[in-house]
């Protein structure tokens, strides 16, 4: 059992929760994830990291409730206890193991959208101690649904938002703000991270694609165990079959059929009106990574 | 009473139990078992014996049976293995054990497996103590993964006095017992829950949600842990697919998700959160106890089902008996026909599985015929679900993250013949060692470790 210590309301329907979990703490590198079951008729849900205190022995989880077992999630308060909570899982991103000062000479930009946010900013963190600022950009639909602006501000060089009715920050996609950074403003990526809705880094890739800026993003597929027994997970990077699991979840973006990913995430949505009796809800909703 | 004739055991009907998760074979009743038990000759030389991977004294426990002395039959079984209402259910008795019984030459071999199964399950709904564990001497074993390897080998060491800790990556221990081999095969509830409540009555303390390679490493264990020695029985998790177009169409499971969705977690139970995709017409890629497993839940969920495999039926893996159940609940069998392709419809959902008949050939390096395409035999048949249980392969998790540990080319974990790996103090076996086996090799192996792991820690305390 693992005992969530703190909680938060980052936005309407999106939570974030501390739980107590030191060995997970003690590993996570960022780039990883975890997998939480809320009790013991639970769905193993994948979720990102956000942020983790080794000291408190905290792993920060992101809670968007919008599937059956994101919902029951939410529901749980300071002092409870969730069934299950393993990791960290997955690869750790692929600047952790560069010579940082080659990575010092390097400018990183973040673009993340909706929750994608939470798990960027243990990125972005992470090259902040490490005396590198990275831009980021936050992307939401609209201004209440904007998180943990604060918290990156204090590690980001340039932070910029932008909300697609324009009712914060930048009106638009992130797509526009990252032609108007590169095209108008003389910015020069080596690289971007990108994370959020996978619809989302399709645009983004096809985009930094032609811009020729090299790019990495975080899948979120379906997954059941999270430890490259199940398969679920598989997407095609540069026509390789990959597990998310325990190949990424980060990839290079230019590589992946997002197309595939896209109809993949799918495969269980029809399911939730199939249930019949007093449980419906058996929808996967692949949490809020 | 006929001498070579086995004594029939019950079993729920085909057509009740293809509509439910419920156990197929009822076990023996007290007076059948002293009946099958009395067939027994207690030969002087048991050839039975020589064919158990942990040596079972098996005329000794069946001689109690047919005394009518029940616990102590499952006393005799504990002496030799940690699992017996597992084994009993799913060893290959007929390839083992059984397959030297004498009066198999001229009739029905004893039915050596269902009187272990009736001993155990006697034991287990009588409360019988069975296995007890010497005082604790102080030295501190660590026992990645708790499927039957690992099971074994804790339970073992565990007897003999040491303080095992059994690390598990699931949420739930048994390894493959839980999420692989279903309900209408093993109960979990009953069975399973029941050997791994008699490992913590030995002792054996159990942290699941522990990745090792991961959360912790193996390093960890020796360092922070003060562990003595490791044992990794990890297992063959890595589920393989036939890299064939079409491959990932939604709709196209390995056997491990569709398993794993059904037996770890539950999908088949309305109260369960899991959701689990079955379709209508259903084709599993395989022939092993995987593949039938597959089939038979597919078909508990409601779909009609199709086993497509490229042999022939003689060369079937499954056991018998697994192939027998499936055919009586009306799975289907294309055999000698080998899948080329995935055909999906334009919203990228598995629509049918292209084919092609195969013939035998000569003999492959496995002593089985190859089977060759018949040209121009390629055909095509309308599914909506694909499950592939082609077979799986270890993780390579923890040999790329622990230093020293050499594995060989198909990624199996090097051990010699008592589980020793490369790396000092750390032993390993079951399928992260020989990849893909069966539940009593697994358990055969971990015993093995046990033994040297004893031996290494007293050696090195005593010099």
């Known amino acids: 059992m693992y005992k969530i210590v703190d909680k938060k309301n980052l936005a309407p329907n999106i939570f974030s929760m501390d739980i107590l979990a030191p060995r997970v703490a003690q590993s996570a590198q960022p780039g990883q994830f975890v997998i939480v079951i809320a009790d013991e008729k639970g769905e193993r849900v ?54 940082i000062n080659e990575l010092k000479k390097k400018k990183v930009l973040f673009v993340a959208g909706g929750v994608g946010t939470a798990p960027v900013y ?12 990275v831009d980021v950009i936050i992307g ?25 009715d324009g009712s914060y920050g930048f009106k638009g996609m992130v797509t526009n703000l990252i032609e108007d950074l590169v095209k108008n403003q003389g910015k020069k990526y080596d690289f971007i ?32 165990d999270g430890t490259g027994m199940c398969g679920a997970c598989r997407v095609s990077v540069g026509n390789e079959t990959k597990f998310a699991c325990v190949d990424g979840p980060e990839f290079d973006g230019h590589l992946v059929n997002f197309d595939e990913a896209l109809r993949r995430q799918t495969q269980y949505k029809s399911e939730e009106s199939e249930k019949g009796g007093q449980h419906v809800c058996k929808c996967q909703q692949g949490g809020a990574k | 009473m006929d001498r070579f004739k086995r004594t029939p055991i019950a079993e729920q009907p085909p057509k009740v139990r293809s509509h439910n998760f419920k156990e197929v074979c009822l076990g023996y009743t007290e007076e059948e078992a002293v009946a099958e038990a009395k067939r027994c000759l207690n030969c002087k030389n048991p050839q039975c014996m020589t064919k158990c991977p942990v040596s079972v004294n098996i005329p000794e426990f069946i001689h109690e049976i047919a005394e009518g002395n029940f616990a102590e039959a499952a006393k005799v079984l504990a002496k030799y293995t940690a699992l017996p209402a597992v084994c009993g259910r799913v060893c290959p008795q007929e390839s083992q054990c059984e397959s030297k019984c004498v009066l198999g030459n001229k009739g029905d071999a004893v039915a050596i497996g269902k009187l272990e199964r009736f001993a155990a399950d006697w034991a287990r709904e009588h409360n019988i103590e069975v296995a007890t564990a010497k005082e604790k001497n102080g030295h501190k074993v660590a026992v990645i993964g708790s499927g039957p390897a690992g099971i074994t080998c804790a339970g073992d060491l565990a007897k003999e006095g040491y303080d095992v800790t059994i690390y598990e990556a699931l949420h739930k221990p048994g390894g493959v017992l839980v999420y692989g081999i279903p309900e209408f095969r093993l109960p979990k509830d009953t069975v399973v829950k029941h050997e791994i409540e008699n490992l913590k009555k ?231 060692v020989t990849g893909a086996a069966t539940v009593i090799l697994a358990m055969g192996a971990g015993k093995e470790a046990a033994a040297a792991i004893d031996k290494y820690i007293k050696s090195k305390y005593t010099n």
């Open chain 2, 202 to 432: 030995l002792g054996v303390k159990i942290e699941t949600n522990v990745i090792v390679g991961r959360t912790i490493t193996i390093d960890d264990l020796f360092e922070k842990g003060n562990y003595d020695a490791v044992f990794i029985g990890s297992g063959a998790g890595l589920p393989k697919f036939m890299g064939i177009p079409g491959e990932n169409y939604n709709g196209v499971f390995s056997a491990n998700e569709f398993l794993t969705r059904n037996n770890l977690m539950k999908a088949f139970k309305d109260e369960y959160d899991t959701p689990i995709k079955v379709g209508k017409k259903v084709a599993v890629v395989g022939g092993g106890n995987v593949a039938m497993d597959a089939a038979r839940t597919a078909k508990r969920l409601g779909a009609e089902v199709w086993i497509v495999y490229r042999r022939s039926e003689e060369e079937l893996p499954a056991r018998v008996e697994e192939v027998h159940h499936a055919k009586e609940e009306g799975i289907n069998f294309e055999l000698l026909t080998n899948p080329i392709e995935i055909v999906g419809d334009e919203k990228g959902w598995v629509k049918g599985i292209k084919c092609v008949r195969m013939k035998l050939g000569e003999p492959d390096k496995s002593g089985r015929r190859r089977p060759e395409p018949i040209e121009g035999s390629e055909f095509e048949f309308e599914v909506d679900t694909v499950i592939m249980a082609l077979g799986t392969s270890p993780n390579p998790l923890i040999p790329s993250t622990t230093k020293g540990l050499e594995v060989d080319k198909r990624k199996c974990i090097v051990a010699d013949e008592s589980g020793k790996t490369s790396r000092e103090g750390v032993f390993a076996g079951g399928d992260a």
């Open chain 1, 122 to 133: 243990p990125q972005a963190r992470w090259f902040h101690e490490r005396g590198i600022d």
């Open chain 1, 193 to 224: 991270v990108c994370i959020g809705p996978m619809i989302m880094m399709k645009f983004v890739c096809k985009l930094t694609k032609e811009l020729g800026i090299k790019t990495i993003v975080s899948l979120n597929p379906i997954m059941v």
């Open chain 1, 140 to 164: 939401a639909k609209t201004k209440e649904l904007v998180i943990l602006e604060e918290k990156m501000r204090e590690v980001a060089g340039n932070l910029y938002v932008a909300t697609d």
């Open chain 1, 46 to 99: 994948p979720l990102t990291i956000c942020d983790y205190d080794t000291e408190k022995g905290t792993v920060t989880i992101v809670v968007q409730s919008t599937g059956c077992s994101t919902k029951k999630m939410a529901q749980y308060n300071v002092g409870d206890y969730f069934e299950d909570f393993v990791g960290p899982l997955g690869q750790p991103s692929e600047y952790v193991n560069e010579d």
